[in-house]
């Protein structure tokens, strides 16, 4: 299992961060963002991760679901679930919006309810008091089981172990997730493959090996650093555009980017809205906009 805490800002008022554990065949996460607008028309770039299902409660703030052209508002207290993530497109808005995400490969889960909310407001605040107990527990690098049981166990789903899921990473995989959250979260700093390099002892033909390793077991990241980089700053990017104060010279900074038109450049070569046109595509409600991302 991997623990992972990683954290975009753009100012103390505006930011995205990510509290999630990772098994061979599950992920569970607690996604927390403020004043932006987060849409998987801007953010989802590259192809998705080898996980299918997929499940979200809404803690706070609302999520716009749209699976097969039919969208819906979720709120605080509602859940929905999808056989396959591919097939949802998500909108996620407000001061302040959290939710617990779960993804999972076919064969990790055995059953997936059909309830499209949590039972009670009391069963609300007690989750919520759990996603903080969670939060706390992957900052300190140390997730206890009996908090992913109980996690769990608010789910209307059932997790079922299997010889895959009990396979531990080695130390040298823990280590390089953990410095991937450190340099994804400091994207300012313009990070490099060689800064990995000599933070895990390691050359470069190593590191590559070691990241596709990483990829292809726990489906974290990319298969190598410099297409990882570009997926995180892009993504990131996208969502911090649409806070109240952006301005693209700022968001640029932010990620390591030399300038705004190298920023713009990033953004074209993945197929994304020019960065300046994001925040006003950003104001027009999902579902009254056509798609602004190329067809798969």
């Known amino acids: 299992m991997l623990a992972s805490h990683r954290r975009a800002d753009l100012s103390p008022d505006s930011f995205l961060e990510s509290h999630a554990v990772t ?3 599950l992920r569970i996460e607690i996604e927390r963002t403020a004043n932006l607008v987060v849409d998987d028309r801007f953010t989802r770039v590259l192809p998705s991760p080898w996980r299918t299902s997929f499940l979200v409660i809404v803690l706070e703030g609302r999520l716009f679901w749209d699976e097969g052209g039919r969208g819906r508002w979720l709120e605080p207290g509602d859940l929905a679930c999808a056989a396959d993530r591919r097939t949802v497109g998500m909108r996620r808005e407000g001061a302040s919006y ?12 055995a059953e997936v309810l059909r309830q499209r909310r949590v039972p009670a407001h009391d069963s609300l605040v007690a989750l919520r008091s759990l996603a903080a107990r969670f939060v706390g527990e992957v900052e300190g690098a140390h997730v206890e089981r009996e908090t992913l049981a109980a996690l769990a166990g608010w789910l209307p789903l059932r997790v079922v172990a299997t010889g895959e899921q009990s396979e531990l990473p080695s130390p040298q995989m823990v280590m390089l997730s953990r410095e991937l959250d450190r340099v994804f979260s400091n994207l300012s700093c313009s990070p490099m493959m060689v800064d990995l390099e000599q933070a895990l002892g390691l050359c470069s033909r190593q590191l590559h090996r070691l990241m596709a390793l990483l ?24 969502s911090l555009l649409t806070a109240p104060d952006a301005t693209c010279a700022r968001v640029a ?44």
């Open 215 to 238: 990829h292809a077991r726990f489906g974290i990241d990319a298969p190598g650093f410099r297409e990882a980089l570009h997926r995180r700053r892009v993504t990131v990017g996208a």
């Open 253 to 296: 900074q932010v990620l390591g980017y030399r300038s705004p038109s190298a920023m713009s450049r990033a953004f074209s070569e993945a197929g994304l809205p020019a960065p300046s046109s994001i925040p006003l595509l950003a104001r027009t409600p999902r579902e009254q906009r056509v798609d602004v991302m190329p067809a798969a």
């Open 98 to 109: 959290r939710a617990i995400t779960i993804e999972w490969q076919g064969g990790a889960c």
């Open 23 to 25: 098994q061979r065949s």
